[in-house]
Nanobody, 125 residues
Framework: VQLQASGGGLVQPGGSLRLSCAAS????????IGWFRQAPGKEREGVSC????????YYTDSVKGRFTASRDNAKNTVYLQMNSLKPEDTAVYYC???????????????????WGQGTLVTVSS
């Protein structure tokens, strides 16, 4: 069972990146998939979650309207499209899979059983 996050890089403020989270060993659409990030010197925080039930998406306030999570079941991959990036979006981004989904716990790391290795996003001019 493995999650592979990719797509990070260096981008200028206002730019865009698309992160991918590919699963092997299990079917992603049976799981809620969360995106988390950890900025230097800060705790890891939840950014987005796409539910297993109906594919509904949820976002932390700071990325609403700029980030979009989506799922491609045929490719067993989840994406995080990030637009209008800001320097404060600089962080290592992780994807994670949770077997159970609930709105109160969607950003609770304890509910996520599988984690990707992280991909670095740097927003800087």
């Amino acid at each position: 069972v493995q999650l592979q996050a990719s797509g990070g890089g260096l981008v200028q403020p206002g730019g865009s990146l698309r992160l991918s989270c590919a699963a092997s060993g299990f079917t992603l659409d049976d799981y809620a998939i969360g995106w988390f990030r950890q900025a230097p010197g800060k705790e890891r925080e939840g950014v987005s979650c796409i539910s297993s039930k109906d594919g509904s998406t949820y976002y932390t306030d700071s990325v609403k309207g700029r980030f979009t999570a989506s799922r491609d079941n045929a490719k067993n991959t989840v994406y995080l499209q990030m637009n209008s990036l800001k320097p404060e979006d600089t962080a290592v981004y992780y994807c994670a899979a949770a077997r159970l989904f609930g709105i109160p716990t969607m950003f609770d790391e304890n509910f996520y059983a599988y984690w990707g290795q992280g991909t670095l996003v740097t927003v800087s001019s």
